[in-house]
Nanobody, 120 residues
Framework: QVQLRESGGGLVQAGGSLRLSCVLS????????MGWYRQAPGKQRELVAL???????NYGDSVKGRFTISRDNAKNTVYLQMNSLKPEDTAVYRC??????????????WGQGTQVTVSS
């Protein structure tokens, strides 16, 4: 059973920083893309950032230049460094991993989410 555990969310003032972490545990054959999505109340889920197993990154337009995604393949962990936070960044942030299961199936796993609240 693959599990994702996020940490690092919390309350921060506008202009501040937070670092989110997501640890992937369990058995799997391979890990492909790792990423972060967010969803604010009353809004659709949106992509925050993705990173491939080769290190290529992709960011949502609203976070470009402020957020940085990285991964540590040895620790099966993906990070999201969030700087210059704005009140509109307030949302539940969920980790997402695209992987190959022990059964050889390509599948996507989601974390439970961590709340990020940015006060003005």
């Amino acid at each position: 059973q693959v599990q994702l555990r996020e940490s690092g969310g919390g309350l921060v003032q506008a202009g501040g920083s937070l670092r989110l972490s997501c640890v992937l545990s369990g058995r799997m054959l391979s890990i492909y893309d790792m990423g972060w999505y967010r969803q604010a109340p009353g809004k659709q889920r949106e992509l925050v950032a993705l990173i491939s197993n080769g290190g290529s990154t992709n960011y949502g337009d609203s976070v470009k230049g402020r957020f940085t995604i990285s991964r540590d393949n040895a620790k099966n962990t993906v990070y999201l460094q969030m700087n210059s936070l704005k009140p509109e960044d307030t949302a539940v942030y969920r980790c997402n991993v695209d992987l190959l299961s022990m059964a050889g199936a390509r599948t996507t796993s989601w974390g439970q989410g961590t709340q990020v609240t940015v006060s003005s």
